[in-house]
């Protein structure tokens, strides 16, 4: 009973119920933004994203990482972007992913035609030496439970069509119940056919999240 415990723990490392928004960082966003407007009116008047926090336990070294999500509303261009961060980290928003562990985008762009609430990975990174630890696996694991609560009836996080060795052993780590290899995940290529992607998994939404 207790191993059974343990490894449930090792195998969902995001600490459940640490998932939120996060309307601190959107508040201090916002005043940064708008304290541009006289330098650059275009760039404080920039569409912005919802803003999400949660907690990530590293199940080798036992620290506890903040994780970030970022959500563009569709009609501001679709993405959705995580990551777990370095411990301590004093960088703030940042877009070069310079204190980040693990990081992952995530679009519907291209699909609209066929599959408009269908989205997939469009890169997702684990540096080198956090690699194997179930930190992609967090990524998505976040990525779809945000999809999951931002539309009415769900935005399914499904595979994409053509994918490399790394991404599809992530994928059927998932469905296997074991992190398995979390190594490096280059930009995925999609396959546009309807039919071809109905038959993709859907990775599967945590409930225990938020």
Do not use: C
């Not at 469905?175 to 280059?186: C, H, N, Q």
């Amino acid at each position: 009973m207790v191993f059974d415990e343990a490894w449930q723990v090792v195998k969902m490392p995001i600490v459940p119920g640490s998932v939120y928004r996060d309307y601190r960082r959107e508040r201090e966003r916002d005043e940064r933004m708008e304290s541009l407007f006289g330098i650059d009116q275009g760039l404080a008047t920039a569409p912005r994203a919802k803003l999400y926090s949660a907690k990530f336990d590293d199940p080798e070294t036992g620290e506890q990482l903040d994780m970030r999500g970022s959500y563009r509303l569709p009609a501001e261009g679709d993405m959705l972007s995580v990551s777990i961060k370095e411990p301590d980290s004093l960088a703030g928003e940042n877009f070069d992913h310079l204190d980040e562990r693990a990081y992952a985008d995530f679009s519907s762009m291209g699909l609209k035609r066929h599959k408009p609430n269908h989205w997939y990975s469009v890169g997702t990174t684990t540096l080198d030496n956090f690699q194997r630890r179930g930190y992609a696996t967090a990524l998505y694991d976040l990525a779809a439970y945000l999809l999951d609560r931002q539309r009415k009836g769900g935005a399914p996080l499904k595979e994409s069509f053509e994918q490399s060795r790394a991404a599809k052993a992530l994928w059927n780590s998932r469905f296997s119940d074991d992190l398995g290899d979390d190594e490096e995940i280059p930009e995925n290529r999609v396959s546009w056919s309807p039919s071809a992607w109905d038959a993709q998994r859907i990775w599967p939404v945590r409930g225990d999240l938020g």
